[in-house]
């Protein structure tokens, strides 16, 4: 498989395109005016505390309060010696936190919609191949790394390292890209942590509250950082600044890549290059085309994402299972790709076509669980349930891509639908009874959009009569050409 990472910069905006086999998969967008703040560490002040919600909203310097769930607080606790073997007690929020309270957090998510951005005390910083957990005696490995032996040996050197390290309290954690890394360049990855994890921790003790302490890398070296693999072929970087700034990183870091970034010169843009503009645009649309002929619907929603398979055009060859069947596996390939793609998370809803057979419930399943292991994210998927449906959630730490480049339609209000010409015409005519009942006039003048007024002349004049006769008052119209079609006013004259 073929994959190359195109970074696109511009002084308002960093864009990333991650492209498989000369397809795209992922996009990242970094506004400069709306930076994401996951994995910034703030000193932050205790605004509000929720015993209710076992919360509380901490101010670090945002427009809006984060929250803290107490669970969050007391990741960072060492247990008593008597919860230390069975299941951990949320302690009162009470008793950890206080009005008033100064406290050093992280954001774990970013503030999405009119939520405020999420927290925990327990501070990570991470490099190329660990991460490193202040105050943490535990050393995890990714379960992306497969392999039993390579496990072993990743382990073992970071624990030989970490127990010449003894003076520096806390743990790690080895990121996938660590797999076939020699121990030197783990060792060099513990020293830069324990050199920034130092700097943190200086910072925190001179910033008042409250103030940024660690903002993590820009979105273009992050790139390199967390993306960058052994199967990557090319970065292509259409900035010079920026290129010389990835490179400086790489020749400190990441030297076995050096040979595959390179500055991007040409005139056409960079994300012609695959199209991945016109993918982007696609990736704002409700319907998903298949190549069969079927389409994929996606709804986000505020409460979760739900998506519906149907067969459209296709009409398959042999007999209708056979045609449900191909037709839910091309959808469960689309379905991943588009997930990834929008950086859709949280609860999702997958609704394939029915199918009786139990063999291709269990294929169509499989396909879907094999397409989600190239997720960055993490997930988790349920089996079919007896409606037919699919569960799964995708973590979420950052906003959907049409969250990002898209906002709330201010004619809908976000529905995706309008109230038909007829439905205002109606509500116009209730509204004039309401009106006439209530005050005097002599007439009526309503001004409304151009289709309402045309209904209202042509389909609607019998009933516009009668309403005259009914009321004695006569009734004008008026074409108001910045109106929505729900919009109107009825004057009186």
Same mark, same amino acid.
């Given at each position: 498989?073929?994959?190359?990472?195109?970074?696109?910069?511009?002084?308002?905006?960093?864009?990333?395109?991650?492209?498989?086999?000369?397809?795209?998969?992922?996009?990242?967008?970094?506004?400069?005016?709306?930076?994401?703040?996951?994995?910034?560490?703030?000193?932050?002040? !205790?605004?509000?505390?929720?015993?209710?919600?076992?919360?509380?909203?901490? %101010?670090?310097? &945002?427009?809006?309060?984060?929250?803290?769930?107490?669970?969050?607080?007391?990741?960072?606790?060492?247990?008593?010696?008597?919860?230390?073997?069975?299941?951990?007690?949320?302690?009162?929020?009470?008793?950890?936190?206080?009005?008033?309270?100064?406290?050093?957090?992280?954001?774990?998510?970013?503030?999405?919609?009119?939520?405020?951005?999420?927290?925990?005390?327990?501070?990570?910083?991470?490099?190329?191949?660990?991460?490193?957990?202040?105050?943490?005696?535990?050393?995890?490995?990714?379960?992306?790394?497969?392999?039993?032996?390579?496990?072993?040996?990743?382990?073992?050197?970071?624990?030989?390292?970490?127990?010449?390290?003894?003076?520096?309290?806390?743990?790690?954690?080895?990121?996938?890209?660590?797999?076939?890394? &020699?121990?030197?360049?783990?060792?060099?990855?513990?020293?830069?942590?324990?050199? &920034?994890?130092?700097?943190?921790?200086?910072?925190?003790?001179?910033?008042?509250?409250?103030?940024? !302490?660690?903002?993590?890398?820009?979105?273009?070296?992050?790139?390199?950082?967390?993306?960058?693999?052994?199967?990557?072929?090319?970065?292509?970087?259409?900035?010079?600044?920026?290129?010389?700034?990835?490179?400086?990183?790489?020749?400190?870091?990441?030297?076995?890549?050096?040979?595959?970034?390179?500055?991007?010169?040409?005139?056409?843009?960079?994300?012609?290059?695959?199209?991945?503009?016109?993918?982007?645009?696609?990736?704002?649309?409700?319907?998903?085309?298949?190549?069969?002929?079927?389409?994929?619907?996606? %709804?986000?929603?505020?409460?979760?994402?739900?998506?519906?398979?149907?067969?459209?055009?296709?009409?398959?060859?042999?007999?209708?299972?056979?045609?449900?069947?191909?037709?839910?596996?091309?959808?469960?390939?689309?379905?991943?790709?588009?997930?990834?793609?929008?950086?859709?998370?949280?609860?999702?809803?997958?609704?394939?076509?029915?199918?009786?057979?139990?063999?291709?419930?269990?294929?169509?399943?499989?396909?879907?669980?094999?397409?989600?292991?190239?997720?960055?994210?993490?997930?988790?998927?349920?089996?079919?349930?007896?409606?037919?449906?699919?569960?799964?959630?995708?973590?979420?730490?950052?906003?959907?891509?049409?969250?990002?480049?898209?906002?709330?339609?201010?004619?809908?209000?976000?529905?995706?639908?309008?109230?038909?010409?007829?439905?205002?015409?109606?509500?116009?005519?209730?509204?004039?009874?309401?009106?006439?009942?209530?005050?005097?006039?002599?007439?009526?003048? !309503?001004?409304?959009?151009?289709?309402?007024?045309?209904?209202?002349?042509?389909?609607?004049?019998?009933?516009?009569?009668?309403?005259?006769?009914?009321?004695?008052?006569?009734?004008?119209?008026? !074409?108001?050409?910045?109106?929505?079609?729900?919009?109107?006013?009825?004057?009186?004259?």
């Amino acid at each position: 498989m073929s994959e190359e990472i195109l970074i696109n910069v511009t002084p308002v905006e960093t864009r990333v395109a991650l492209v498989e086999n000369g397809m795209l998969q992922e996009a990242y967008i970094e506004r400069t005016s709306r930076k994401g703040i996951v994995g910034n560490i703030y000193k932050g002040k !205790v605004v509000r505390v929720l015993p209710g919600m076992e919360a509380a909203f901490v %101010d670090i310097g &945002l427009e809006r309060a984060a929250f803290i769930h107490a669970s969050d607080v007391v990741a960072s606790q060492p247990p008593a010696e008597d919860e230390a073997d069975g299941p951990r007690v949320v302690p009162d929020i009470r008793t950890l936190l206080r009005e008033g309270q100064s406290l050093v957090v992280q954001v774990t998510k970013d503030p999405i919609g009119t939520k405020g951005a999420r927290l925990t005390t327990q501070l990570s910083v991470p490099s190329r191949y660990l991460v490193f957990m202040p105050g943490v005696k535990h050393i995890g490995i990714s379960q992306r790394i497969e392999d039993d032996t390579e496990r072993a040996r990743l382990k073992s050197i970071v624990e030989e390292a970490a127990a010449e390290h003894q003076e520096v309290d806390g743990g790690y954690i080895i990121r996938t890209a660590a797999e076939g890394a &020699l121990a030197e360049e783990l060792i060099a990855d513990m020293v830069y942590l324990h050199r &920034l994890s130092q700097s943190v921790h200086e910072r925190i003790n001179k910033a008042p509250a409250p103030s940024a !302490v660690y903002q993590d890398l820009p979105l273009f070296i992050r790139t390199i950082r967390d993306l960058i693999r052994p199967q990557t072929e090319k970065v292509r970087i259409d900035s010079r600044e920026s290129y010389q700034r990835v490179m400086e990183f790489v020749h400190e870091f990441v030297t076995e890549f050096a040979n595959k970034v390179e500055y991007y010169p040409g005139e056409r843009p960079i994300f012609d290059l695959y199209s991945v503009e016109d993918e982007i645009q696609k990736a704002l649309s409700r319907k998903v085309q298949l190549k069969s002929g079927g389409y994929v619907i996606i %709804d986000q929603t505020e409460a979760m994402t739900t998506i519906d398979i149907n067969t459209g055009a296709f009409v398959g060859h042999r007999n209708l299972e056979e045609t449900i069947f191909k037709t839910n596996l091309e959808a469960a390939r689309s379905i991943s790709r588009q997930l990834r793609l929008r950086n859709l998370g949280g609860i999702i809803i997958i609704d394939f076509i029915d199918m009786d057979d139990t063999e291709h419930q269990r294929q169509v399943h499989r396909m879907l669980e094999k397409m989600l292991e190239r997720d960055h994210a993490k997930t988790k998927i349920t089996g079919v349930s007896e409606l037919g449906l699919v569960e799964m959630t995708r973590k979420r730490t950052t906003e959907s891509l049409g969250q990002v480049l898209c906002e709330p339609c201010p004619i809908c209000d976000g529905r995706g639908f309008l109230k038909t010409a007829e439905t205002v015409c109606y509500e116009i005519f209730r509204e004039i009874l309401r009106v006439n009942r209530v005050y005097e006039a002599e007439s009526y003048l !309503v001004m409304a959009s151009q289709n309402v007024v045309d209904r209202l002349l042509d389909e609607e004049s019998d009933n516009v009569a009668d309403l005259e006769t009914f009321i004695k008052k006569t009734i004008r119209f008026q !074409v108001e050409p910045f109106y929505s079609q729900e919009q109107y006013d009825v004057v009186l004259l």
